[in-house]
């Protein structure tokens, strides 16, 4: 019997044992026309108000990571490269699914202590289609992709505590922020619920309690969901599934 070299080893090439990820041209394509949609929403946001107070929103951010990670996401499926970190994809998702559900459930809702559904049903032109692109067109975008686009079986359930970190971020950076801008400003204070004039620190801190419950609870969901939903058809490779047969 002769044994093999490391060299001989190390002279197969990996495509040999793992077959080279299939192009995806239509998952491409989606995730960066959704990409493209949170961009054009953001741009518009700044072209028509004070980019530093625009990017001072808690939707301009999860929309900056929609189009960072779907746009991304984008160009692996197009170039067969394996897919994002599940801890970001999830992430995004998660956040751009609170920026949805807030807007419609609390600040669209004429019902809720906390809405400015007065504000949004005068937004016009530019501003309507910029509103309906981050709030509405973004997160149903994100979940059409993790539904229809993607496996199921990457998120952890660790990763529902880990995604706490962003809203977390976000919290302290708007309470810093309303504490160093003029209490003048309308906008000192980027949503109701976070303005401290109007509730003080304990009413904030339970309103962020609750919305970060609400968060975890969410994040939860998301993985339980990834973890009984059936496998998105994303491609047939024959031959990939041929050679798997083989190896057993």
Known sequence: MITPRPADSAAVPASAVVPPAER???????????????????????????????????????????????????????????????????????????????FHLVLDNPSNQFNQAAEIARLTGAKAVANQLLHTVTPIGAALDFLLLTLPGALRWRHAAQWLAAPGLYLAFALIRGELISPDAPTRYTYPFLDVTAHGYAGVLVNTVVLGAAFYVLGLAIVGLDRIRPAARLSENRISSQRARGLK
């Open 24 to 102: 995806r041209p239509f998952a491409a394509a989606f995730r960066g026309l959704i990409a493209l949609c949170a961009a054009t929403g953001i741009v518009i946001e700044c072209a028509h108000g004070t980019v530093l107070v625009v990017l001072s929103f808690f939707t301009i951010w999860s929309n900056i990571l929609v189009a960072v990670v779907l746009g991304r996401s984008a160009v692996r499926a197009w170039s067969r490269r394996p897919p994002l970190p599940a801890l970001w994809t999830g992430g995004a998702l998660l956040c751009i699914s609170v920026v949805g559900l807030v």
